[in-house]
């Protein structure tokens, strides 16, 4: 916040929100698909960031007692980014696949 302001402070959240609501946007669209597996790995990690990033801003907040976790994709942690960039790059191939089976492909 100190670097960011307000403005950028309420963008960070609504970008967090937006992307949380995308991934599972993305795990319905899958298992309306019949992927059930694939919808329920991306919703896992929709819910995955989106926890993540609720308990940094409220510990940020002083609302909770510090948990240690880093704000996703923002905070730097070696093998906590990693771990968020793999799990993004999961979600991207279900969204791939979801494209490739409504326009008749195969997977």
């Known amino acids: ?3 960011f302001g307000l403005v950028g402070v309420a963008m960070v959240i609504g ?3 937006w992307l949380t609501r ?3 946007h993305i795990g319905r669209q899958a298992i309306a698909l019949d992927r059930v597996f694939a919808g329920l790995v991306a ?3 929709a819910i ?3 926890f993540q990033a609720f308990i940094n801003m409220g510990v940020n907040l002083g609302a909770l007692p510090t948990k240690g976790l880093t704000l996703p994709l923002m ?5 906590a ?3 968020n960039l793999v799990a993004l790059a999961v979600v ?3 969204d791939y696949e979801n494209k490739l089976l409504m326009r008749g492909g195969r997977v």
């Open 92 to 94: 991207l191939r279900v």
């Open 81 to 83: 980014i990693l771990m």
């Open 43 to 45: 919703q896992g990690v």
């Open 48 to 50: 995955w960031i989106g």
């Open 15 to 17: 970008l967090f929100l």
């Open 22 to 24: 995308r991934i599972m």
């Open 1 to 3: 916040g100190e670097e």
């Open 75 to 79: 905070s730097f942690g070696g093998s």
